[in-house]
């Protein structure tokens, strides 16, 4: 009675657990073994088991594990996990060789009335040998796609060979680090046959400019993947050229500059045009009135497909002053690769006078040089592009256009207008006024002329009546 006795207990033992708890996956129901088949050392295969109640009362998933060299349980589930009649639970067992050979590794589930055990299997076989133009690639090599401009891709590939003659190997890979680089999606997943070999396009794509890098796994394979991205050629524009209004330029003076093209330009684009100062006057180092309309030294422009000339936003020229200092001026167009040059030269010229009236018998504070209740005071604005404003004279007439003595009076500025340059940030513009007592009836006085001297030269005034 012993023999049946022992032969019925392991009946029992198996049959009733599996009568009322059955493992399968997407391939079928699994028995008291599983094969995960042949794979790559390195490569990283995985299988979702599916644990179902097919009893009537309700059991409990209470234990996983698996125990065995290549073989793990990622994700375990948070256990007991309560199955009702015809209710399941999934789990997920990987299998990763680390060399080739067998591999095995026992899946135990529950340790009660309802236990299963399955004996996990898997064989490690060779992996790729990976080469790029026929030259083999080991682990830590380096794959350098050079320099790429942002916007492109570049593909190089890479060789695949199977080495295990009866045996398929499945492309698996993993790539971490920039996401400029990047496998085609058909390609992970595909099979080779023994003995054959597969290409693998790898790709890079930058978005940015700089070095990027990545690194692609190929089963025990790990490559260094890097790259540059480029910023995009600028766009084939035409040589350009500044055209100066007038040609010849002299201070206080708005001139206008333009933009011409030496073709019809194949491409749209835009440009830049700057202005630059050298002071030609000791001791001056810049001019602010030296400027675009906007008041900056820098004035941008566009170029159309097809146009032969620059566009500024307020036309096809823009406004510039030469301000009140001699020295020259220094125009730079840039449009794409391409430059151009213009100067113009603001010579030394006599004082400019840009506005001068006289005023009788202006109130003035008694204790003052000279106050008089009968006076006129001469009031002058102009520019002196030298800075070396020296003899001022006045001279006054009266109403039948005769000389009023003392005749013309000569007076040394030199100093005063040292004085006033150097504190000046206005360039040569200066405002002059003069106060002159008058012996006896001011109204007598009906106009004057002004003649100022400096370095290259005398200015006069025109007749100024009042």
């Given at each position: 009675?012993?023999?049946?006795l022992?032969?019925?207990a ?10 009322q708890?059955?493992l ?9 073994s599983?094969?995960?088949g ?10 979702v088991?599916?644990l179902t109640?097919t009893g ?6 209470t234990?996983?594990s698996?125990?065995?060299?290549g073989?793990?349980n990622?994700g375990?589930?948070v256990?007991?996990i309560?199955l009702?009649?015809?209710g ?13 050979g ?25 992996g790729f ?7 083999p690639?080991?682990?830590g ?6 320099n790429?401009q942002t916007g492109?891709t ?7 060979m ?10 698996a890979?993993t790539?971490?680090g ?6 085609p999606?058909s390609?992970q997943g595909s ?6 070999s ?6 890079f ?9 990545a690194?692609?796994?190929i089963g025990?394979v790990s490559?260094?993947l890097?790259?540059?991205g480029t910023?995009?050629?600028?766009p084939?524009?035409p ?6 209004n ?13 933009v ?5 330009s194949?491409?749209?684009?835009s440009g830049?045009?700057?202005?630059a100062f050298?002071?030609a006057?000791s001791?001056?180092t810049?001019?602010?009135?030296v ?16 146009a032969t000339?620059?566009q500024?936003?307020g036309?096809s020229t ?5 301000g009140s200092?001699a ?5 730079t ?5 391409n430059t151009?040059?213009?100067a113009?030269t603001i ?10 009236v006289i005023t ?21 604005n ?7 404003t ?15 003595a ?12 040292e ?5 000046s ?6 405002g002059?006024s003069?106060f ?5 009836d001011s109204n007598q006085?009906?106009?004057?002329t002004?003649?100022?001297?400096n370095?290259?030269g ?9």
């Open positions: 009675m012993k023999r049946p022992f032969f019925l392991a009946l029992c033992l198996s049959p009733c657990a599996w009568a708890l059955t399968s996956t997407a391939q079928g129901p699994v028995s008291q599983y094969d995960f042949p794979v790559a050392a390195g490569d990283l295969v995985n299988t088991f599916t109640n009537t009362e309700q059991i409990f998933f234990y996983l698996v125990n065995g060299s073989f793990s990622p375990t589930p256990l007991p309560p009702a009649p015809l399941a639970a999934q789990f997920t067992v990987e299998f990763q060789p680390t060399q080739p067998s591999y095995s590794a026992n899946l135990q589930i529950n340790q009660d009335q309802t236990a299963i055990s399955v004996i996990l299997v898997g064989t490690g076989l060779p040998t990976v080469s790029q133009s026929g030259q690639l080991t682990g090599q380096t794959v350098n796609f050079g790429v492109t570049k593909t190089l590939t890479l060789t695949l199977n080495p295990n003659q009866a045996a398929a190997l499945t492309i890979t790539l971490s920039s996401a400029a680089f990047s496998i999606a390609a099979t080779v046959a023994g003995g054959a597969a290409p693998l396009a790898v790709v794509a930058p978005t940015a400019t700089g070095p990027q890098q690194t692609l796994s025990a490559l260094n890097v790259g540059n910023a995009p050629a600028p084939l524009l040589q350009p050229s500044i055209q100066l007038p040609a010849s330029l002299t201070s206080a003076q708005q001139g206008t500059l333009a011409s093209l030496a073709s019809a194949a491409n749209s684009g830049t045009v700057t202005l050298q002071s006057v001791g001056v810049d001019d602010p009135a400027a675009f309309a906007d008041g900056t030294r820098s004035a941008t422009f566009t170029v159309a497909q097809g000339a620059g500024f936003s036309g823009v406004q510039f002053g030469t200092t020295g020259a001026l220094a125009f167009v840039t449009l794409g690769a151009a040059h213009a113009a010579a030394p010229s006599v004082i400019g006078i840009d506005a001068s009788r018998n202006v109130a003035c504070i008694p204790t003052e040089l000279y106050c008089t209740t009968s006076n006129l005071q001469v009031q002058l102009g520019y002196d592009n030298t800075r070396s020296s003899q001022i004279a006045f001279t006054f007439f009266g109403s039948s256009g005769q000389t009023i003392p005749g013309n009076i000569t007076v040394d500025g030199t100093q005063a207008f004085q006033y340059f150097a504190g940030t206005l360039g040569g513009v200066f002059l003069a002159f007592p008058v012996t006896g006085v009906t106009a004057a002004i003649v100022l001297t370095s290259a005398t200015a006069t005034t025109q007749r100024i009546n009042f």
